[in-house]
């Protein structure tokens, strides 16, 4: 059974940093694609960063670049996202996603074929 489990979200301050982590079971996710994604309250769950199978290509949204820094350990089959310089308008639900094949970098959340449930991460101003 096929598991992604993500934690570290919790209230913060603005200004302030963070690092959520995603933790995979059931299945080895190093050939797979791995990314994050949030959700606010009222709104569409929106495209946050990806990263390859090996980390050699990652993506990231406008909002976020030059704050947020994806990784992964495929050892651990785990993914991290290092949140820095936190504002409130990315407070929200984080989730992880990961997808086949892992060479490709999709900000669409369609196409990613596992989800974790998500983790609440809430930015005061």
């Known amino acids: 059974q096929v598991q992604l489990a993500e934690s570290g979200g919790r209230l913060v301050q603005a200004g302030d940093s963070l690092r959520l982590s995603c933790a995979a079971s059931g299945r080895t996710f190093s050939a797979y694609t791995m990314g994050w994604f949030r959700q606010a309250p009222g709104k569409e769950r929106e495209f946050v960063a990806a990263?390859?199978?090996?980390?050699?290509?990652?993506l990231y949204a406008d909002s976020v670049k030059g704050r947020f820094t994806i990784s992964r350990d495929n050892a651990e089959n785990a993914q991290y996202l290092q949140m820095n310089s936190l504002k409130p308008e990315d407070t929200g639900v984080y989730y992880c996603?990961?997808?086949?094949?892992?060479?490709?970098?999709?900000?669409?959340?369609?196409?990613?074929?596992?989800w974790g449930q998500g983790t609440q991460v809430t930015v005061s101003s």
């Open positions: 996603a990961v997808r086949f094949p892992g060479h490709e970098l999709p900000s669409t959340p369609d196409v990613y074929h596992y």
């Open positions: 990263i390859s199978w090996n980390g050699g290509k990652t």
